[in-house]
């Protein structure tokens, strides 16, 4: 899926940019605040972003394929169904 690939190509180019991603968490649904730790900083997504979690979507899709390309281990399902307050780790 085009989403999928985005995903992918996000996680590559943020890594290039940050180096190794350590940490994702998950801090809010509504609006979606997502707090990705890399090696050289952290970055806060901003509402708008196309990474969500906490339901079935395109958004969902596109943040698994950007945890799975980043090193996670983390499966379609716990994406759509994570909490808030998750900190998410390799």
Do not use: W
Request: proline fraction near 4%.
């Amino acid at each position: 899926m085009a989403y999928e690939e985005q995903g992918r190509q996000i996680a590559a180019d943020l890594s290039q940019q940050h180096g190794k991603l350590l940490e994702v968490r998950l801090e809010s649904k509504s609006p979606c605040r997502i707090v990705l730790k890399y090696a050289r900083g952290e970055l806060v997504l901003p509402s708008n972003f196309i990474f969500q979690f906490g339901y079935s979507g395109s958004g969902p899709s596109c943040f698994h394929a950007f945890l799975e390309a980043s090193g996670f281990s983390i499966s379609r399902s716990q994406v759509e169904t994570a909490e808030e307050g998750v900190t998410l780790r390799p």
